[in-house]
């Protein structure tokens, strides 16, 4: 496993692999009815999936929706070889896509135009959005890949795609924290054509969330950088670059970035949207 960097920035990626025959099975990994946590040392070469219509591709799927847990969305970690891609890449007309690239280089094309996404690039993708993609590099492409079915709202037209960098992009420091803890936000929170945000929530060593957030959005939480504890429910957790936190709604949760260095991760949540009394897929 190795790290990708942009200017003052550093981006973690799985490579696979498996461990030694001679190390300790026990880890940190846990599955509880609030939170589960799938640190980076679980992303071997054995739990990765592979999809119809891609090319020299495998991923991890880190979270999907489960009946009583998450139910929103879904998690990829895409790695794409040079030359691999897809021409039919989504198979569900409903879902909406945010790619977010944090090794090597790849190419998007929607309707048309091309946009290369490399380290740190971010890409929203309608749902219903004639995308393709091919990894035209000579090294490994590896991605995020973040879907939920659109929830769409009469009167208010679906989003349009956008094609980002995160280096172009002042993030937005929180009140009252003396510049600690910050969020990167790739679309403005008041636009209630979007119902869910990925972002990337920055805190500077010694930087805390302060209280325990208790509120009805799911999160899937991926560490880019550094490490901190996070209070997950009833539990403190260590959590280091390469792991991943999945927490339904409702679950409290605060952060102690204790680390020597800043402490990032990529954050989903679903937002502006009525509470669905019928569940999801209805």
């Known amino acids: 496993m190795t790290k990708c960097s942009n200017p003052d920035r550093s981006y973690y990626a799985p490579h696979g692999g498996l461990p030694a025959q001679t190390e300790l099975m026990?880890?940190?990994?846990?599955?509880?009815?609030?939170?589960?946590?799938?640190?980076?040392?679980?992303?071997?070469?054995?739990?990765?999936?592979?999809?119809?219509?891609?090319?020299?591709?495998r991923l991890w799927i880190i979270a999907r929706p489960m009946s009583g847990f998450a139910e929103t969305f879904s998690h990829y970690i895409m790695e794409?070889?040079?030359?691999?891609?897809?021409?039919?890449?989504?198979?569900?007309?409903?879902?909406?896509?945010?790619?977010?690239?944090?090794?090597?280089?790849?190419?998007?094309?929607?309707?048309?135009?091309?946009?290369?996404?490399?380290?740190?690039?971010?890409?929203?993708?309608?749902?219903?959005?004639?995308?393709?993609?091919?990894?035209?590099?000579?090294?490994?492409?590896?991605?995020?890949?973040?879907?939920?079915?659109?929830?769409?709202?009469?009167?208010?037209?679906k989003p349009d795609p956008l094609f980002l960098n995160e280096t172009d992009i002042a993030p937005t420091v929180m009140p009252?924290?003396?510049?600690?803890?910050a969020t990167t936000r790739f679309v403005d929170p008041t636009d209630?054509?979007?119902?869910?945000?990925?972002?990337?929530?920055?805190f500077e060593p010694g930087g805390l969330i302060p209280f325990e957030e208790t509120h009805v959005m799911e999160h899937g939480l991926y560490v880019l950088e550094g490490k901190a504890v996070y209070k997950l429910n009833r539990d403190w957790v260590e959590v280091e670059a390469g792991d991943y936190m999945w927490l339904r709604?409702?679950?409290?949760?605060?952060?102690?970035?204790?680390?020597?260095?800043?402490?990032?991760?990529?954050?989903?949540?679903?937002?502006?949207?009525?509470?669905?009394?019928?569940?999801?897929?209805?």
């Not at 939170?35 to 980076?40: D, F, G, L, R, S």
């Not at 680390?259 to 019928?278: C, E, S």
């Open 176 to 181: 009252d924290t003396n510049g600690t803890w």
């Open 192 to 202: 209630l054509r979007h119902d869910m945000h990925v972002t990337i929530v920055t």
């Open 26 to 57: 026990t880890g940190r990994a846990v599955f509880t009815e609030a939170y589960a946590v799938i640190p980076k040392g679980v992303m071997s070469d054995i739990v990765t999936s592979y999809l119809p219509s891609w090319d020299d591709t």
């Open 80 to 157: 794409v070889a040079p030359g691999g891609g897809s021409h039919a890449p989504e198979p569900d007309a409903s879902a909406q896509a945010v790619l977010f690239a944090v090794e090597g280089e790849f190419t998007v094309f929607v309707d048309g135009a091309s946009h290369t996404l490399a380290p740190g690039g971010y890409a929203y993708l309608p749902a219903g959005c004639n995308w393709t993609t091919v990894n035209n590099g000579a090294a490994h492409a590896r991605f995020h890949w973040i879907r939920k079915a659109y929830e769409a709202v009469d009167g208010i037209a």
């Open 249 to 282: 709604a409702f679950c409290p949760q605060a952060c102690y970035a204790g680390g020597p260095g800043r402490f990032r991760y990529l954050l989903y949540k679903d937002v502006n949207r009525h509470a669905n009394l019928r569940g999801y897929g209805r």
